[in-house]
């Protein structure tokens, strides 16, 4: 499998996924995102206060999973994460990359929504699963 595989599957599965994270307390957290591919680079928008910022500003390494449909088909990426709070980047992200109007979220803008940052993760590695990997399962890694 390679990694554009992998940005089909996730694409064929729901919009949603979850992040887990870890935080500065070695304790594990969990959170649900709309992500968005741009090149190899998956991106996140969320808040610079927010649990998973937090975690990741401690320590980079996550992991993600896109919601399981009946068929039990799956998509999971690990890689290392890092937040982005520079304006340069919320302007190039805040138009096309995402499929959502993010200034639902930040009417601001990307220049007058200081708490908003995102979030990029650059995949090391992959599992594309079907039948709850009784069918079939493949592996990618960088």
């Known amino acids: ?6 940005k ?4 064929k599965h729901h919009r949603y996924a979850y992040i887990a994270t870890v ?11 709309d992500p968005a ?14 649990v998973k910022a937090r975690n990741i500003a401690h320590q980079p390494s996550v992991a993600m999973h896109w919601q399981v449909p009946r068929d039990g088909d ?16 919320k302007r190039r992200l ?9 200034s639902d979220f930040a009417p601001g803008g990307p220049e ?3 708490h908003v940052v995102f979030v990029s993760v650059r995949p090391e590695r992959a ?14 890694s960088a």
């Open 1 to 6: 499998m390679d990694l554009e595989k992998v």
């Open 8 to 11: 089909t599957q996730s694409a």
């Open 23 to 33: 935080g500065a307390d070695g304790k594990p957290d969990v959170a649900p995102i």
């Open 37 to 50: 591919w741009e090149g190899d680079t998956i991106w996140i928008m969320t808040f610079g206060n927010s």
């Open 74 to 89: 799956g998509v999971e990426v690990w890689g290392n994460a890092e937040v982005h709070s520079e304006v340069e980047t």
């Open 94 to 102: 805040w138009k096309g990359v995402f499929d959502y109007n993010l």
């Open 112 to 114: 007058e929504s200081p």
């Open 127 to 140: 599992l594309f699963y079907e039948g709850y990997g009784q069918k079939t399962h493949e592996t990618w």
